[in-house]
Nanobody
């Protein structure tokens, strides 16, 4: 089983990034997928999740209207489009696959700084 995040980097406030999470080794389309983040010195927190059917999503209040979670079950890939980024969005972003058990990726760093 592998979850490999990519797309992180350094961006200025107000900018955008698109994260990807490539999944392999399990039935991706049968899993609820989610993005979490962890900033230095803080607990890991849920950003957004998307059910097996891509039309059903939910977001944390702090990203509502700025981030969009999506999935492509044909490509076994999860995405997070992040717009209007703020310095407080700086964190390591992780993808997670959940069914009876859960799998985590290794994370990708997002830094929002001028």
């Amino acid at each position: 089983v592998q979850l490999v995040e990519s797309g992180g980097g350094v961006v200025q406030p107000g900018g955008s990034l698109r994260l990807s999470c490539a999944a392999s080794g399990f039935a991706f389309s049968s899993y609820t997928m989610s993005w979490y983040r962890q900033a230095p010195g803080k607990e890991r927190e849920l950003v957004a999740f998307i059910f097996r059917t891509a039309g059903n999503t939910k977001y944390a209040d702090f990203v509502q209207g700025r981030f969009i979670i999506s999935r492509d079950n044909a490509k076994n890939t999860l995405y997070l489009q992040m717009n209007s980024l703020k310095p407080e969005d700086t964190a390591v972003y992780y993808c997670k696959a959940t069914n009876i058990i859960a799998y985590w990726g290794q994370g990708t760093q997002v830094t929002v700084s001028s």
